[in-house]
């Protein structure tokens, strides 16, 4: 059994995940928590090949089966050399994105049949089951101006160009797997600027998972 915690952060294109996937790891350490902070897809060097050719769209001719399929080559990789190493040493792993966007991206909005999804997910998740989700939640009217903001000119990757509809379409799924899914999925308004949605996410963290409040043991 792991003596480690899960937490992954979910949601639209610039809702601000990977900013506040940081501050959480900072303020875990800063209670003396060993942390590990990782992405998908990526987050090994095996997956990180894939994350190459996943977001260049170089997969997408394949068509929305062979992109989940990709992912999911990308996720066994990352859950066996970094996620799951880390959680059995007692690390908490903090994941910017993980299964829920599979299931978004690929499986409610990009329709790829969900016999399919659920086999790839017990195959690469089911001994890395997030204690906590996050759910940023952000108008995608909002997302994608930061987004753009954030990219300054350069070319938008496979999903950030898709047009609003893809965008509200995912917000959406991410709200449904919340509400199917409330043991696990916490919704955090993700408007407002870094520091407010940094202590949302503090007061749901501390309040879900108490034993992130463990200070630090004098020297
Ligand atoms: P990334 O550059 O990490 O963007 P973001 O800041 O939005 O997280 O891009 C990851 C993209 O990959 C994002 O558009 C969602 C998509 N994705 C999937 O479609 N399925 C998945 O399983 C994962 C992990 C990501």
Not at 92 to 103: A, E, K, L, P
Not at 121 to 144: N, V
Not at 175 to 192: F, K, S
Request: aromatic share 4%; proline share 5%; hydrophobic share 45%.
């Amino acid at each position: 059994m792991s003596g480690g915690r899960f937490i992954t952060l979910e949601g639209g294109e610039g809702s601000g995940k990977s900013t506040q996937a940081r501050r959480l790891a900072d303020l875990l350490r800063e209670s003396g928590h060993d942390v590990v902070l990782t992405r998908e897809p990526g987050g090994s060097p095996g997956a990180e090949l894939a994350r190459a050719a996943l977001l260049s769209g170089a997969i997408r001719p394949y068509g929305v089966e062979a992109e989940a399929v990709m992912f999911a080559a990308a996720r066994l990789d990352h859950v066996e050399h970094t996620i799951r190493p880390a959680l059995m040493a007692g690390k908490w792993v903090i994941c910017d994105r993980f299964t829920d966007s599979t299931r978004v991206y690929q499986g409610a909005v990009g329709q790829v049949p969900d016999a399919l999804l659920r086999g790839l997910e017990h195959a690469t998740a089911a001994h890395a089951r997030p204690d906590l989700t996050l759910i940023l939640d952000l108008s995608p009217d909002i997302g994608l101006a930061r987004a753009s903001a954030r990219a300054q000119g350069a070319q938008a990757d496979r999903f950030e160009g898709e047009g609003l509809a893809f965008h509200r379409a995912v917000r959406a799924a991410f709200l449904e797997i919340a509400q199917a899914d409330p043991a696990r999925c916490v919704v955090v308004d993700a408007q407002g600027n870094a520091e407010t949605v940094a202590q949302r996410i503090r007061s749901a963290v501390l309040s879900r998972l108490p034993e992130a409040r463990r200070a630090r043991v004098p020297a």
